[in-house]
């Protein structure tokens, strides 16, 4: 079975830095376009960021300049490094991964990111 797990949320100060981590499991899995995704409370689910497998990114514009996301495909690992966040950024983030053999979908399980003083 296919799980996703991430790992590096919790609370930061608003100018901090932040990185989360997401990493694929499976038998026989390779992860196409990876990437993250969040939602605030009373908002709905919103893209951050992916990547290719290739090493394409694409950003929300809220994100762009602060956020970067990076991979390491040898680990079917996925990262999001968050330069000073902002209250704003609040949100639960989630893990997204495609099956490259597949092309299935597959979500991790959420992680707390609370920007606060």
């Known amino acids: 079975q296919v799980q996703l797990v991430e790992s590096g949320g919790g609370l930061v100060q608003p100018g901090g830095s932040l990185r989360l981590s997401c990493a694929a499991s499976g038998s026989d899995f390779s992860a196409g376009t990876m990437g993250w995704f969040r939602q605030a409370p009373g908002k709905q689910r919103e893209l951050v960021a992916t990547i290719t497998r290739g090493g394409t990114t694409n950003y929300a514009d809220s994100v762009k300049g602060r956020f970067t996301i990076s991979r390491d495909n040898a680990k079917n690992t996925v990262y999001l490094q968050m330069n000073s966040p902002s209250p704003e950024d609040t949100a639960v983030y989630y893990c997204?991964?495609?099956?490259?053999?597949?092309?299935?979908?597959?979500w991790g399980q959420g992680t707390q990111v609370t920007v606060s003083s």
């Open positions: 997204y991964a495609r099956r490259l053999r597949y092309q299935d979908d597959y």
